[in-house]
């Protein structure tokens, strides 16, 4: 290969650049980028494609054209489904089920490889603590040992049990590296900055996870960590990604980063742009031609070797022939088993359980479930009608999912469902005294009302930030004018972040989130309603009382003056004068239609050496009238350590299904590497002394146990 063959190999465009790739014929945008045709022919990978006629047709002229013949990689963002679409990210670590998610990842890789997709930009592990920030949706969430063990679900799921060898495993690329999600003030590509200490306990061991579960590439952040753009941090990707963690994958840029260290002040060009990049290792360059145009001259000079090229370049086409590309181009790209499998009866069936397990039910004061024998429902709301699929929903239609309206025509043919908008979806719109009007005579003439609030798939998702995360103020007046006319109104929340819903919830006397549930929201949420599902999910973020509270997050540091209690009007403590501490709803909290007594747990020692573990016991019982899950939690905390620790962290959980009546001994063992952390020497340890341990329903209940680590 010429060097210019391996920069183009290095380099990623979206399809409709690459569609022409005769010389000198190259398309409008590929024109406007500076790409020549030689480039176009020779370029390594593509983003964006959507059907299997285009990726084989586009596969074909490429061989057709590229000197030296080697297939072009196909990548997409198939965040949570490819054409079925389940519940965002945050939806799916609501469900508490690692086999669940997997099996999902598994639908998606198989609806995106007969599209012809080969790479998957997912998963997205940025650790979340802000709810302002729009790409909460694409997380699971703010615990980093759950988000570690999402990640390597999702990992598996795409990359499939036999190392990419299935027929419809995609590889999996982990994103965004590192510390996207800590952004400042919530707002998308923000600075970050933190200490090596919050970095490496919180930030870093999802991604760490899903390299340890074969990830097979890592894609680096916008943001800028600590002042150096992850674009071009040699620490990141090149001492700690290769060198500390092992990772001999391909590294990818995200889209136009090169060239926004310039915007960053951090390269004085983008010549510079390319040097910072390949010195961090970085294989793959997308949207930008930072290295196509530079790369050369950087080397004439002395500053980067062809030797680091070669490497970059051997890495990406491991990649290719570890999917099998050389041999065959087009993978499972099949335009009768897109058809087939794409949509499916079994994959609307995952969607829907998906959908089932993801909803949170936040409060219930008895008007849920609802009757099978409700005669009137009126289902109002702006979200009423329509499907709810999220901002990173791929090949995902709105008008191919399910809205609640449906859902609930479908589950109860008899029973009369009217529907009404309210007001109109937008963030500021008034509220429409005629759309009020027309949805309170619905309201006042139906036994129930289920009442479809939340945001737009556009108020989440990249770029996506929000200063308030309330309901708008048209919403919050409709839901007090419907619940005052109807007392048996349910609030069914579509969001794409945690909300603060301090002001309104005691407004009504139900509510629940389906976050963007996708293809089968409606029926899933009938399913819910008519309580034919139980509820089961739980909070992997918490919900404030108010966005003032943000960022907010179970596991936060003790301070010299914590509060005394939430009801303390103690001055000079750690405390808002107009606002709980607490958020609304913790992390890990759930509502059920049944009831489960937690009985006190019991430990099998009181201490244990270095190298030693115990065993934490309780009975779950189902104490209510119906089947359910609920999620038991361990968490720990150490009460004096070389450095101030979180209130509690959460060390392992048991998703436990009872039947009515049914009780269960969980145990949870208990060891060492629990109860280390990374210390101000840079070594992960556990300091000898008293732990406490809480087996809870949620991170704010439960009572502690005590043993020592001698
Ligand atoms: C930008 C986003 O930050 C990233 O998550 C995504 O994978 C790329 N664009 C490609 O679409």
């Given at each position: 290969m010429t060097l210019e063959q391996k920069l183009a190999q290095m380099s990623q465009y979206g399809t409709s650049y690459l569609m022409a790739t005769a010389k000198d014929d190259v398309t409008g945008p590929a024109r406007a980028l500076g790409l020549n045709g030689e480039q176009v022919a020779a370029v390594g990978s593509t983003l964006g494609s959507a059907q299997a006629a285009d990726v084989i047709a586009m596969q074909q002229n490429h061989l057709a054209n590229d000197p030296n013949k080697i297939p072009l990689l196909f990548m997409r963002d198939v965040i949570h489904g490819y054409r079925t679409i389940y519940p965002i990210p945050l939806g799916m670590g609501a469900t508490w089920d690692e086999g669940l998610v997997y099996d999902c990842c598994r639908m998606a890789a198989k609806e995106a490889a007969v599209s012809g997709i080969q790479v998957n930009f997912s998963p997205m592990v940025d650790l979340v603590r802000d709810c302002r920030w729009g790409r909460n949706m694409e997380s699971t969430g703010e615990d980093p040992w759950y988000n570690s063990r999402m990640a390597a679900a999702m990992v598996k799921g795409y990359q499939g049990d036999d190392d990419l060898q299935g027929k419809y495993d995609i590889a999996a690329c982990v994103k965004h590296f590192a510390a996207y999600g800590a952004a400042e003030s919530g707002r998308d590509y923000n600075t970050t900055d933190m200490s090596e200490h919050t970095l490496r306990e919180y930030y870093l061991p999802a991604y760490r996870a899903a390299v340890d579960a074969g990830v097979e590439m890592v894609m680096t952040s916008f943001n800028a960590l600590n002042g150096i753009p992850c674009a071009g941090n040699s620490r990141l990707a090149a001492d700690i990604l290769r060198n500390e963690w092992g990772f001999d994958g391909v590294v990818i840029s995200d889209w136009n980063s090169f060239h926004e260290m310039v915007n960053h002040g951090y390269a004085a060009n983008d010549r510079d742009a390319a040097e910072k990049a390949i010195q961090a290792v970085t294989d793959i360059e997308m949207m930008s031609t930072c290295y196509l145009r530079y790369m050369r001259a950087l080397i004439e000079e002395g500053k980067v070797s062809e030797e680091q090229i070669d490497q970059a370049v051997l890495r990406i086409l491991r990649l290719k022939e570890k999917l099998g590309m050389f041999e065959?181009?087009?993978?499972?790209?099949s335009v009768e088993e897109e058809a087939k499998y794409c949509l499916c009866e079994e994959h609307r069936a995952l969607a829907r359980r998906a959908a089932e397990q993801a909803a949170?039910?936040?409060?219930?004061?008895?008007?849920?479930?609802?009757?099978?024998?409700?005669g009137s429902i009126a289902v109002i709301g702006p979200f009423a009608a329509c499907g709810m699929n999220g901002w990173w929903s791929c090949q995902g239609k709105t008008d191919e999912s399910v809205s609640v309206a449906a859902g609930l025509r479908a589950a109860l043919p008899q029973a009369t469902i009217t529907v009404a908008a309210g007001c109109t979806d937008g963030l500021h719109d008034p509220l429409d005294p005629a759309m009020l009007e027309a949805a309170l005579d619905m309201a006042r003439a139906s036994e129930s009302v289920v009442l479809c609030l939340g945001e737009q798939?556009?108020?989440?998702?990249?770029?996506n930030s929000r200063a308030d995360v309330g309901l708008p103020a048209a919403q919050k007046e409709l839901l007090r004018r419907v619940a005052a006319v109807n007392p048996r109104t349910v609030v069914l929340l579509f969001n794409g972040r945690p909300l603060a819903l301090g002001d309104v919830i005691d407004a009504a006397p139900a509510f629940f989130t389906?976050?963007?549930?996708?293809?089968?929201g409606g029926s899933a949420a009938a399913n819910l309603l008519l309580g034919r599902v139980n509820f089961s999910g739980h909070l992997t973020m918490s919900f404030p009382y108010h966005v003032g509270q943000a960022p907010i997050y179970y596991n936060s540091m003790r301070t010299g003056?914590?509060?005394?209690?939430?009801?303390s009007t103690m001055g000079y403590v750690s405390r808002y004068v107009d606002c709980p501490n607490a958020p609304l709803f913790p992390f890990g909290y759930g509502l059920s239609y049944t009831d489960f007594t937690y009985g006190r747990p019991t430990l099998s020692a009181t201490q244990i050496k270095r190298g030693e573990s115990l065993t934490l016991s309780l009975t779950v019982k189902n104490t209510g009238k119906m089947a359910g899950s609920t999620v038991v939690q361990l968490y720990i905390h150490?009460?004096?350590?070389?450095l101030v620790r979180p209130v509690r962290e959460m060390r392992d959980y048991a998703r436990v299904t009872l039947g009515a009546g049914e009780e269960k001994e969980v145990q949870f063992k208990i060891d060492e590497a629990m109860l280390a952390f990374y210390t101000a020497e840079g070594r992960y340890e556990a300091e000898p002394g008293c732990f406490r341990v809480w087996a809870a329903p949620d991170a704010a209940s439960g009572e502690a146990l005590s043993f020592t680590l001698l």
């Open positions: 065959n181009p087009l993978r499972a790209t949170v039910l936040l409060k219930n004061d008895g008007v849920l479930p609802l009757s099978e024998n409700i798939e556009g108020w989440s998702g990249e770029g389906m976050w963007q549930p996708g293809t089968e003056r914590p509060k005394p209690g939430d009801d150490d009460p004096v350590a070389s």
